[in-house]
């Protein structure tokens, strides 16, 4: 067979692919375990609809914190309806950020804080975008070995790099016994 003929082909397209798909951390692991974690503090707005949406809100609560003074934290979000078990445009959910114990609720933002609790956690060095598939799938696996199922409502938080040649931080937490 002669290789040279598809060489091209693999430069042109497959090698940019793979390489964009490292760049987001597609290659990256996720590791998995058992934690205490909170408690957090977020300001957010409400959401209803496609997940895939929920970023897409995150400058409107930036703008309401930094009109305060208020400087928001990593990116943080709650998902209380399960994409299997509801339809797309019916899923709930709250965006925001993590802000300072205390923070007044700048409208039309909202505060609420989540106590410590004992949870799962995935992380994985990714892309905003690329991430939650990768996490979601190790903790469906982690649980699955166990006879269980992933319960909502889900915490994610998404700390940005601050570097455009590294990728931020998304962790996702899902209630354990």
Do not use: C
């Not at 692919?17 to 590791?31: E, I, Q, R």
Request: proline letters at 10%; glycine letters at 8%.
């Amino acid at each position: 067979m002669n290789y040279k003929r598809y060489l091209p082909f693999l430069l042109a397209f497959v090698l940019p692919l793979v390489l964009v798909y490292a760049w987001w951390g597609g290659f990256n692991p996720v590791s998995v375990r058992v934690e205490t974690r909170g408690p957090y503090t977020y300001a957010y707005v409400e959401h209803t609809g496609d997940y895939a949406k929920l970023a897409d809100r995150l400058p409107e609560v930036r703008r309401g914190l930094e009109r305060s003074g208020i400087q928001p934290g990593a990116a943080f979000a709650v998902l209380y309806s399960h994409p299997d078990q509801v339809p797309r445009n019916e899923r709930q959910a709250r965006i925001g950020y993590l802000v300072p114990a205390g923070s007044p609720a700048p409208q039309p933002l909202k505060i609420d804080t989540i106590p410590a609790r004992r949870v799962l956690v995935a992380e994985v060095r990714a892309a905003w975008l690329l991430g939650p598939s990768r996490a979601y799938q190790a903790l469906h696996d982690a649980l699955l070995a166990e006879g269980r199922a992933i319960h909502m409502p889900t915490v994610e938080l998404y700390e940005a790099s601050g570097s455009l040649w590294r990728q931020g931080r998304l962790t996702v937490e899902v209630p354990y016994p």
